[in-house]
């Protein structure tokens, strides 16, 4: 999240639960909590499971606090008593998340609700949005979400899980659809009626599937004196039963089987073997990598913002030097590569699917509820490598928006490439193209950077009409 200079903000997506909300205090995260429930989770903190999944990182590091210094938070709050959270570097959403990265975070919050279960306690919300990442780890970070386990053998939050995580996953399986663009117009979940309509015949048939979606159906079909009946069975069910804990886990462990075996297909784009496939050998790739090792050499960073990232060959050697990376593409598979390959090797990179054209917008409620990724994005140094004539030539952007849009991004660094007219990749993207591009050279780039930027040093990419640039951005 971008700094600000208020000391004191409250969250705006933290609204829904009546009990507990976050808000920033001097860059740090806490949560308040009513009065009636504060000794709950109080005690929670002295649970030997809650403590081991705070050492584990499965759940956000919690403590008790006290602010004793703003006469604002006394007065809204009504205590000085909080409960501080560990800040996430990097907010990302569900939406942004490849196929992969989607379905680890419904399996976490499984095993997550596994293991509460074993501790006689539940989460009532299960939501991708209580997840986030560090790197490639999810971290439930809803604290207050936890509470007893229900007594009766229902998850209470069965149904918004089938909403959330299963049914955009059935979805993205059999009817090949975009996940991210179901869950960006879907913010609570698609319904079971909406994803019932979008399936063929098939998936609906499947014995793994017949549970969420055959049988679904046919009671949503039943007379108003069959529900009647159903509802009335229901109720007789509501009562305590004594095998409570075998019968969630039952229900939790066929759920953790079925998401497993989720797959969309081998990776089909352009790049999506880039890692396994390109070769290493040529001298200007060599030059690239050299040039940009040199610079972590030279220089401390702590954070990189990869724009169009491929598959993050870039984005590791910035991981290397021990930065946290975020690597952005709209290449779904190059995406869901590199978080396959992160999560396999321990990189500190996060992965998001993510069009720097036409950057995932504000959403929800008021269009506070979700924040845009310009607005939660600044890091120490941004690259855009092999990135500004795309957005010249296909997008139709003016080089002086692309130098606003990087800054906009970075604290302090910029190394992007130039890209030459005579550059085999430029005259392919402007054939056919009525476009007149006589204005575009090295000069002009270097002019237009130059608004924002001071150019640190720059040099030729061996045998190619490319140069590749270090800037740094000037703060007036």
């Given at each position: 999240?971008?700094s600000?200079?208020?000391e004191?903000?409250?969250?705006?997506s933290?609204?829904?639960?009546?009990?507990?909300?976050?808000?920033?205090?001097k860059?740090?995260v806490?949560r308040?909590?009513?009065?009636q429930?504060?000794?709950?989770f109080?005690d929670?903190?002295?649970n030997?499971?809650?403590?081991?999944?705070?050492?584990s990182n499965?759940?956000?590091n919690?403590?008790?606090?006290?602010?004793?210094?703003?006469?604002?938070i006394?007065?809204?709050?009504?205590?000085?008593k909080?409960?501080?959270?560990d800040?996430?570097?990097y907010?990302?959403?569900?939406?942004?998340?490849?196929?992969?990265?989607?379905?680890?975070?419904?399996?976490?919050t499984l095993?997550l609700?596994?293991?509460l279960?074993?501790?006689n306690?539940?989460?009532?919300d299960?939501t991708?949005?209580?997840?986030?990442?560090?790197?490639?780890?999810?971290?439930f970070?809803?604290f207050?979400?936890?509470?007893?386990i229900?007594?009766n053998?229902?998850?209470f939050?069965?149904n918004?899980f089938?909403?959330?995580f299963?049914y955009?996953l059935?979805?993205?399986v059999?009817?090949?659809?975009d996940?991210?663009?179901?869950l960006l117009?879907?913010?609570?979940?698609i319904?079971?009626?909406?994803?019932y309509k979008?399936?063929?015949?098939?998936?609906?048939?499947?014995?793994?599937?017949?549970?969420?979606?055959?049988?679904p159906?046919?009671l949503?079909?039943?007379?108003?004196?069959?529900?009647?009946?159903?509802?009335?069975?229901?109720?007789?069910?509501?009562?305590p039963?004594?095998?409570?804990q075998a019968?969630?886990t039952f229900?939790?462990?066929?759920?953790?089987?079925?998401?497993?075996?989720?797959?969309?297909?081998?990776?089909k784009?352009?790049?999506?073997?880039?890692i396994?496939?390109k070769?290493?050998?040529s001298?200007?790739?060599?030059?690239?990598?050299?040039?940009i090792?040199?610079?972590?050499r030279?220089?401390?960073?702590?954070?990189?913002?990869?724009?169009?990232?491929?598959?993050?060959?870039?984005?590791?050697?910035?991981e290397?030097?021990?930065?946290?990376?975020?690597s952005?593409?709209?290449?779904?598979?190059c995406v869901?590569?590199l978080?396959?390959?992160?999560?396999?090797?321990?990189?500190?990179?996060?992965?998001?699917c993510?069009?720097?054209?036409?950057?995932?917008?504000?959403?929800?409620?008021?269009?506070?509820?979700?924040?845009?990724?310009?607005?939660?994005?600044?890091?120490?140094?941004?690259f855009?490598?092999a990135?500004?004539h795309?957005?010249?030539?296909?997008n139709?952007?003016?080089?002086?928006?692309?130098v606003?849009?990087?800054a906009?991004f970075t604290?302090?660094?910029?190394?992007v490439?130039?890209?030459g007219?005579?550059?085999?990749m430029?005259?392919?993207l402007?054939?056919?193209?009525?476009?007149?591009?006589?204005y575009?050279?090295?000069?002009f780039?270097?002019?237009e950077?130059?608004?924002?930027?001071d150019?640190?040093?720059?040099d030729?990419i061996?045998?190619?009409?490319r140069?590749?640039?270090?800037?740094?951005?000037?703060?007036?």
């Amino acid at each position: 999240m971008k700094s600000s200079k208020q000391e004191f903000i409250r969250e705006f997506s933290s609204y829904k639960d009546p009990i507990a909300n976050i808000f920033y205090y001097k860059d740090n995260v806490y949560r308040y909590v009513s009065e009636q429930h504060f000794g709950f989770f109080e005690d929670l903190l002295r649970n030997k499971q809650i403590s081991s999944l705070m050492n584990s990182n499965d759940l956000i590091n919690t403590v008790l606090a006290e602010i004793v210094d703003s006469e604002e938070i006394e007065n809204l709050y009504h205590t000085t008593k909080f409960f501080l959270h560990d800040k996430i570097p990097y907010i990302s959403y569900p939406y942004e998340w490849p196929f992969s990265m989607f379905k680890d975070s419904a399996i976490f919050t499984l095993k997550l609700q596994k293991k509460l279960i074993n501790e006689n306690l539940s989460i009532k919300d299960a939501t991708p949005f209580n997840i986030q990442f560090n790197g490639t780890n999810p971290v439930f970070i809803d604290f207050c979400s936890i509470e007893p386990i229900s007594t009766n053998g229902v998850w209470f939050a069965y149904n918004q899980f089938l909403q959330a995580f299963l049914y955009p996953l059935i979805l993205g399986v059999y009817s090949h659809l975009d996940i991210n663009s179901i869950l960006l117009s879907n913010i609570e979940g698609i319904s079971f009626d909406k994803t019932y309509k979008m399936l063929k015949l098939w998936p609906k048939c499947k014995p793994s599937l017949i549970q969420y979606l055959a049988i679904p159906r046919i009671l949503s079909l039943m007379s108003g004196k069959d529900r009647k009946e159903l509802d009335s069975r229901a109720m007789a069910k509501s009562r305590p039963i004594n095998n409570n804990q075998a019968v969630q886990t039952f229900m939790i462990n066929r759920l953790i089987r079925l998401v497993n075996k989720m797959k969309i297909g081998k990776y089909k784009s352009n790049w999506s073997d880039y890692i396994q496939s390109k070769s290493y050998s040529s001298e200007s790739n060599k030059f690239k990598e050299s040039y940009i090792t040199d610079f972590f050499r030279q220089e401390k960073v702590s954070s990189v913002l990869d724009l169009g990232a491929n598959t993050g060959e870039f984005s590791m050697i910035a991981e290397r030097f021990g930065c946290t990376v975020i690597s952005i593409d709209n290449d779904h598979d190059c995406v869901d590569n590199l978080y396959v390959y992160s999560r396999l090797h321990g990189l500190k990179i996060l992965p998001l699917c993510v069009d720097i054209s036409n950057p995932t917008p504000s959403i929800g409620w008021n269009n506070q509820e979700r924040t845009s990724f310009i607005s939660r994005i600044e890091t120490d140094c941004v690259f855009a490598l092999a990135l500004v004539h795309h957005l010249i030539v296909t997008n139709r952007q003016p080089l002086s928006r692309i130098v606003d849009l990087f800054a906009g991004f970075t604290k302090r660094f910029l190394i992007v490439e130039y890209i030459g007219k005579d550059d085999s990749m430029f005259q392919l993207l402007i054939k056919n193209r009525r476009e007149d591009y006589d204005y575009y050279d090295l000069e002009f780039f270097k002019k237009e950077f130059s608004k924002k930027f001071d150019i640190l040093k720059n040099d030729q990419i061996p045998g190619m009409d490319r140069r590749i640039f270090i800037m740094t951005r000037r703060n007036n």
